[in-house]
């Protein structure tokens, strides 16, 4: 039988250092999810609760820019068994013994926020990472854990700030709502998340696991809920809102490197306007996004 590393073609595992892997994405030209990196994040997953070594995980990106660009919607459809294999990786992942640690850099949007939610920690280059959920935008509701882990993590007012503005948010405010446990100067973080994870694979795998299941009591959706908003998604890419909404993404750059996908928040508000059948017109750059014009991240508004 083929060895994991064999049977994967958008994830290398780095097993270098004992107790802990480093996986990296990297899905050119700017990491969407398909549907065969949700069945290789379940291959990866089984092999990891098989491994009694392992203590920590750490997922990070090869493309500077994208951490995890979103869901291929289109290619997911075609699957619709996709979704049901997501609710069970983040539920796999949210319990297994091994800790796990998104280190992110670039943007993560819609399924990569949501996969960096089911993260245990989360740790972010204040200079370059950018996080937002725009399913609203093109007709649609976060369907892969947003609506449920967010509650949890930055409170009901500022989960709805986020789903229902589909903005981009910077770093500094994704620390100060608590999406993120912190946020480092890229220069730092790297030997930040490092120099943790040498510390907790120091620990022992049992009392690290013991008190993660522990801590999972309050902070952990349920397979019931993930399951609800899993359900609504397919639906709502049915209806005509979202058939003429995602029928404005064709020529404007989606899934490729290109303006529209380094500023997909700001991009939203001109696919709802009233009378604007110009899909190639470009949207107001005056607006309050959290992404400079050159699609670098801005810096974060004041308190």
Known sequence: ?????????????????PGRWTITFANPP????????????????????????????VFQSA????????????????????????????????STPVVSIAKIRGRTRGIGNEFVLACDMRFASRQSALFGQPEIGVGLVPGGGALEWLPRLVGRSRALEIVLSGDDFDADIAERYGWVNRTLDDNDLDSFVDTLVRRLASFDRETLAATKSR????????????????????????????????AKLRNIGYGVHSDFELNFGRYLPSFGRAGDDDTDKQPDFTGGSTTARDGRPRRAREA
């Open 63 to 94: 493309n500077p820019d994208f951490f995890i660009a979103h869901l291929d919607v289109a290619k997911a459809a075609e699957r619709p068994e996709t979704l049901g294999l997501w609710r069970d990786f983040v539920l796999r992942l949210s």
């Open 1 to 17: 039988m083929a060895s994991l590393e064999e049977r994967l073609d958008e994830f290398k595992i780095d097993r270098t250092y």
């Open 215 to 246: 801590v999972n009591r309050f902070g952990m959706p349920t397979a019931t809920e993930l399951q609800s908003s899993n359900d609504m998604l397919f639906p709502l890419l049915a209806l005509p809102d979202a058939q003429a909404r995602r």
């Open 30 to 57: 700017i990491n969407m999810f398909v549907p065969t990196s949700i069945v290789e994040l379940g291959a990866l997953t089984t092999d990891l609760e098989a491994d009694p070594s392992v203590k920590v995980v």
